[in-house]
T-cell receptor, first 115, second 117 residues
Framework: DAKTTQPTSMDCAEGRAANLPCNHS???????VYWYRQIHSQGPQYIIH???NNETNEMASLIITEDRKSSTLILPHATLRDTAVYYC????????????????FGKGITLSVRP | NAGVTQTPKFRVLKTGQSMTLLCAQD?????MYWYRQDPGMGLRLIHY???????AKGEVPDGYNVSRLKKQNFLLGLESAAPSQTSVYFC????????????????FGDGTRLSIL
């Protein structure tokens, strides 16, 4: 699986949009970009994933550059409860076999939302 | 709407003791996983299962055994606990998509915090 690079930390004001960047310059054509987050003392929580098109769900939006070498997770109106470690992961999707379905978590980016 | 449930939530063991961590999911998922998370590191895959009766090794399988006798349960065993196995253990499950190009997210439990003295 391709390696991802994320800043160590960032902060944003409550109510503002939080834009979390991720570089994945070695991504392959069949690799998806996933975002998870982990709030203190809880298990990782799935947020969103995409292949090449921008995606949006009730939690966030995912913007993937045209060359797919980077992406941005957008939390449109950050709240204090969004303070967490956010993980950007790329993973092969083909055949969705057990060997390819594992997630490789790096150190993530710590988002701090301030009042 | 339980999702993935892990028991116990906390446990303290002495070196050499054995124990089993239980993971149960009620989403009818085919795939199940056991990860460990240590300070300053990401999650590392211990073992996984692609279906009832099947298991496979992940990145850090040594010192652990697993069983998947029922589709909804995935057990992680420590036969002889060592201090290096002090960690937070997470179980996850995911659905097997029929479309090879689609992907299903993994759903995680809230972890078991294990300390080995």
């Amino acid at each position: 699986d391709a390696k991802t690079t994320q800043p160590t930390s960032m902060d944003c004001a409550e109510g503002r949009a939080a834009n979390l960047p991720c570089n994945h310059s070695t991504i392959s054509g069949n690799e998806y970009v996933y975002w998870y987050r982990q709030i203190h003392s809880q298990g990782p929580q799935y947020i969103i994933h995409g292949l090449k098109n921008n995606e949006t769900n009730e939690m966030a939006s995912l913007i993937i550059t045209e060359d797919r070498k980077s992406s941005t997770l957008i939390l449109p109106h950050a709240t204090l409860r969004d303070t967490a470690v956010y993980y950007c992961i790329v993973r092969v999707a083909w055949f969705n076999t057990g060997a390819n379905s594992k997630l490789t978590f790096g150190k993530g980016i710590t988002l701090s939302v301030r009042p | 709407n339980a999702g993935v449930t892990q028991t116990p939530k906390f446990r303290v063991l002495k070196t050499g003791q054995s124990m089993t961590l239980l993971c149960a999911q009620d989403m009818n998922h085919e795939y199940m996983y056991w990860y460990r998370q240590d300070p300053g590191m990401g999650l590392r895959l211990i073992h996984y299962s692609v279906g009832e009766g099947t298991t496979a090794k992940g990145e850090v399988p040594d010192g652990y055994n697993v069983s998947r006798l029922k589709k909804q349960n995935f057990l992680l065993g420590l036969e002889s606990a060592a201090p290096s196995q002090t960690s937070v253990y997470f179980c996850a499950s995911s659905y097997l998509a029929g479309d090879a190009l689609s992907n299903q997210p993994q759903h995680f439990g809230d972890g078991t915090r294990l300390s080995i003295l």
